[in-house]
């Protein structure tokens, strides 16, 4: 248990669905990061949130559209998705997003596109 | 751009033997290095981190990392692995702007397989 809980742990959604990935973090950390691993290739950081503001928006499609309400919820809103987009979806925090702070990551939640 | 290079895909080690694994990364500046480790369902724990000094770091559970500016390598060692120790090891960069939060840039990571 590192203190990052992601729900829900799989997910199986259409590409005409709606859904919502949530993560939260009881650490008392200020920065959250979205990262996707999708199979033999390296994990992409997808969104960057650093005191509730967006800080780093890596060219991700708008299909994918993430919310930060308060430093310990971060959200990822999905809509009309591709299923390309099926990966294992991994969210992050550490204390100030600062590189030397230690990003202390969830379990992740499986997704799949049909 | 920083970026990270772990070129074994998959490593098949005896368990008790010692073990090696590779990581070259390509930054301009004096790069933060960490190494992860993924066990199969499971999110990224922190194995050991470099930021500045000893180039010989510690980290959990027997791992130990060696930073070589030389080589632009920072690869990852233990003398004896245990069956647990099979998982996806993941070596990353971090690089620091100055503007707020920066996320990590993770090579294609090293699928550990321990035989008994």
């Known amino acids: 248990e590192t203190g990052v809980t992601q729900t829900p742990r799989h997910l199986v959604m259409g590409m005409t669905n709606k859904k919502s990935l949530k993560c939260e973090q009881h650490?008392?950390?200020?920065?959250m990061y979205w990262y996707k691993q999708s199979a033999k290739k390296p994990l992409e950081l997808m969104f960057v949130?650093?005191?509730?503001?967006?800080?780093e928006n890596n060219s991700v499609p708008s299909r994918f559209s993430p919310e930060c309400p308060n430093s310990s919820h971060l959200f990822l809103h999905l809509h009309t998705l591709q299923p390309e987009d099926s990966a294992l979806y991994l969210c992050?925090?550490?204390?100030?997003?600062?590189?030397?702070?230690?990003?202390?990551f969830g379990q992740g939640t499986r997704l799949t596109v049909v | 751009a920083q970026s990270v290079t772990q070129p074994d895909i998959h490593i098949t080690v005896s368990e008790g033997a010692s073990l090696e694994l590779r990581c070259n990364y390509s930054y301009g500046a004096t790069p933060y290095l960490f190494w992860y480790v993924q066990s199969p369902g499971q999110g990224l724990q922190l194995l050991l981190k470099y930021f500045s000094g000893d180039t010989l770091v510690q980290g959990i559970k027997g791992f130990e990392a060696e930073f070589k500016r030389s080589q632009s390598s920072f690869n990852l060692r233990k003398p004896s692995v245990h069956w647990s120790d099979a998982a996806e090891y993941f070596c990353?960069?971090?690089?620091?702007?100055?503007?707020?939060?920066?996320?990590?840039?993770f090579g294609k990571g090293t699928h550990l397989i321990i035989q008994p």
């Open positions: 992050a925090s550490s204390q100030d997003g600062r590189v030397g702070s230690e990003a202390f």
């Open positions: 949130y650093n005191f509730k503001e967006q800080t």
């Open positions: 990353a960069v971090g690089s620091y702007s100055g503007g707020g939060a920066d996320g990590l840039t």
């Open positions: 650490l008392g950390h200020n920065a």
